[in-house]
């Protein structure tokens, strides 16, 4: 049987993360896959996430299973994280996953049990993880433009032009903040226009929202999620706990399903747990008790909120420095996005034979679309890598 299986495409970044393992040089710099790194190097655990670990070991008396939804301290926490009291909480259908992927994945089974003739349209470009688990599920998809090659900001006028084809029932992903893999964001403005779009439409919003508080702050960062989820009847929303609490591995994350009422949430909600049940059974529960112990506690919750600033504003202050060092090298202004866009990425915009040029000529790896992680900078490195983008003539 084995031996009929095919070879399966492999994920760029994660392709890239082996490349930066296997290189020895001690000079290289790691830009690739979208984990925060201090000025040291080090992923840490933040020291809320240590806190709660403490706690729960001391007072957790059994690891039997919770419930094919998870956790209800879970969701409740994390439906007022990321939505606050944008609608009541009857009308809001949610399951834990294993992560923000389990919460797309589960999001795009949820559309096929109910819409499956449904196209999903994506951001032009979008993390490659959302058109592959779509191909891989056999469900239809197409592209709006999204990102401006020219100024590094977003196609407002592509993306309103493109979306005006979009039929009743189809479904559009849009990223929350920090768009993965651009870094260029809609404003408030432009968020309202696409909400009348997709309503005029009758189309249904997916967001992914995957870097709240890396942005503008945990506040701002969900303010277009709410701005969706107040404008439109219904909405998918998949929440990731990975990176704004530093819990990767252990695999957090949230589907939450805005119904119309009360009745038609239930119904979406006797579903996901069903999917949940088809898929994995019950969903992991560790890293959903680190988050509910922390929301749930006023001096946990105010210590991760502090770390996260700290974090937000290291990659704020990176991303000046790099724009800085970008200006006075090129003696312009052609860089200064990289200051304005917000998240973790940046495209920096340049074809991938350059990309491929500064991992051998520098040892700096980035996504070969040139997102680069701005967490994998510090202090030291933004000078290295703003004289390799101008010597690849970029
Ligand atoms: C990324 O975009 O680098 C992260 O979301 C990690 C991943 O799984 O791709």
Known sequence: MLEHLKTQPADKILMLMQSYREDPRTTKIDLGVGVYKDPTGLTPVMRAVKAAEKKIWESQDSKSYVGLAGDPAYLDAMVGLVLNKTVAREQVAAVATPGGTGAIRQALELIKLAAPEATVWLSAPTWPNHPSIIKYLGMKMTEYRYFDEATRGVDFDGMLADLQGLKSGDVVLLHGCCHNPTGANLTAAQWQEVIALLKAKGAVPLVDIAYQGFGDGLEADAAATRAVVAGMDECLIAASCSKNFGIYRERTG??????????????????????????????????????????????????????????????????????????????????????????????????????????????????????????????????????AIIDAGI
Request: no cysteine; proline share 3%; glycine share 4%.
């Open 254 to 387: 949230i589907l939450m399903a805005v119904a119309r009422d009360t009745a038609e949430a239930k119904l979406a909600q006797a579903n996901l747990a069903f999917l949940n049940r088809q898929n994995y059974s019950f969903p992991p529960d560790h890293g959903a008790r680190i988050v509910s112990t922390i929301l749930n506690d006023a001096v946990l919750r105010a210590d991760w909120e502090a770390e996260l600033e700290e974090i937000r504003n290291t990659m704020l202050g990176l991303r000046k420095q790099l724009a800085d060092e970008l200006r006075r090298l090129s003696n312009s202004d052609r860089f200064d996005f990289v200051a304005s866009h917000r998240g973790m990425f940046s495209r920096i915009g340049t074809t991938p034979e350059k990309v491929e040029q500064m991992r051998v000529d520098n040892g700096i790896y980035m996504v070969s679309d040139s997102r680069m992680n701005i967490a994998g900078l510090n202090n030291q490195t933004v000078p290295i890598l703003a004289k």
